[in-house]
């Protein structure tokens, strides 16, 4: 059984930093790309940074919105995605969710409950 928890949320002011972790369970990185995905507040969920399968290697890609300030990354060792965020903006509160294994009409297979990252000045 899939199962994908997110951790790392909270409250951060504007300019300052969070990471981001998924823990999967069921999920093996060499063959299934992952991402991250966010849900602000009143608007549709987006994609905000995604990576193929390790075996695939394929760079990672960002949404123009995070480009050079976010990077995901993996722990391979331990099987831990991250999601690293720089230089936060108060337009990037958000619900953020992990997703795993890309199919299904949602974009991705499965998906973790999400963790609230609330940015202020």
């Known amino acids: 059984q899939v199962r994908l928890v997110e951790s790392g949320g909270g409250s951060v002011q504007t300019g300052g930093s969070q990471i981001l972790s998924c823990v999967p369970s069921?999920?093996?990185?060499?063959?299934?790309?992952m991402a991250w995905y966010r849900q602000p507040p009143g608007k549709e969920r987006e994609l905000v940074t995604s990576?193929?399968?390790?075996?695939?290697?394929?760079?990672?890609t960002y949404a123009t919105s995070v480009k050079g300030r976010f990077t995901i990354s993996q722990d391979n060792s331990n099987n831990i995605l991250y999601l690293q965020m720089n230089s936060l903006k108060i337009e990037d509160t958000a619900v953020y969710y992990c997703?795993?294994?890309?199919?299904?009409?949602?974009?991705?297979?499965?998906w973790g409950q999400g963790t609230q990252v609330t940015v202020s000045s």
């Open positions: 990576v193929g399968p390790l075996d695939s290697d394929t760079s990672p």
């Open positions: 997703a795993a294994c890309r199919g299904g009409p949602s974009g991705y297979s499965y």
């Open positions: 069921g999920v093996d990185f060499r063959y299934c790309g």
